[in-house]
């Protein structure tokens, strides 16, 4: 499993806080709390339609593109709250039976 994409997203986050870029979608959406918000919404509806279409031909890949916007936007509303993304991966691991 390569978590180091997890960690690299929740770095890029980060900087974008401290030193906000241009045409950059984080900081777009890190100005509007009820934005990402409402991205969660859309994106966990596209992942449910995606799951439900995945008896079709060829449906894999865009399950995957859903289930990582999706995971995207979760990472980006807890660095936005102010968790660090890492608390949650710690949260899983303490579930470790
Ligand atoms: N991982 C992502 C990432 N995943 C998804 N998205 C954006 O999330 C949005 C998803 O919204 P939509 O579902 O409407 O997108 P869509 O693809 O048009 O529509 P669908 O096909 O999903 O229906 C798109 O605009 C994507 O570009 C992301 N934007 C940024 N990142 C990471 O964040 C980093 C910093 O990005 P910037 O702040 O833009 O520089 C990037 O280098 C990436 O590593």
Same mark, same amino acid.
């Given at each position: 499993?390569?978590?180091?994409? *997890?960690?690299? *997203?929740?770095?890029?986050? +980060?900087?974008?806080?401290?030193?906000?870029?241009?045409?950059?979608?984080?900081?777009?959406?890190?100005?509007?709390?009820?934005? *990402?918000?409402?991205?969660?919404? +859309? +994106?966990?509806?596209?992942? *449910?339609?995606?799951?439900?279409?995945?008896?079709?031909?060829?449906?894999?890949? +865009?399950?995957?593109?859903?289930?990582?916007?999706?995971?995207?936007?979760?990472?980006?509303?807890?660095?936005?709250?102010?968790?660090?993304?890492?608390?949650?991966?710690?949260?899983?691991?303490?579930?470790?039976?």
């Amino acid at each position: 499993m390569n978590l180091e994409i *997890i960690e690299e *997203i929740r770095d890029v986050i +980060e900087n974008r806080k401290e030193n906000p870029k241009k045409d950059s979608y984080v900081n777009q959406l890190l100005k509007n709390e009820d934005k *990402i918000l409402e991205k969660i919404g +859309e +994106e966990s509806t596209e992942l *449910i339609i995606s799951t439900k279409n995945l008896n079709q031909e060829n449906k894999k890949q +865009e399950f995957i593109h859903e289930a990582a916007d999706l995971l995207f936007h979760t990472i980006l509303l807890c660095q936005s709250q102010n968790i660090d993304f890492n608390e949650v991966l710690k949260e899983l691991q303490k579930r470790r039976k």
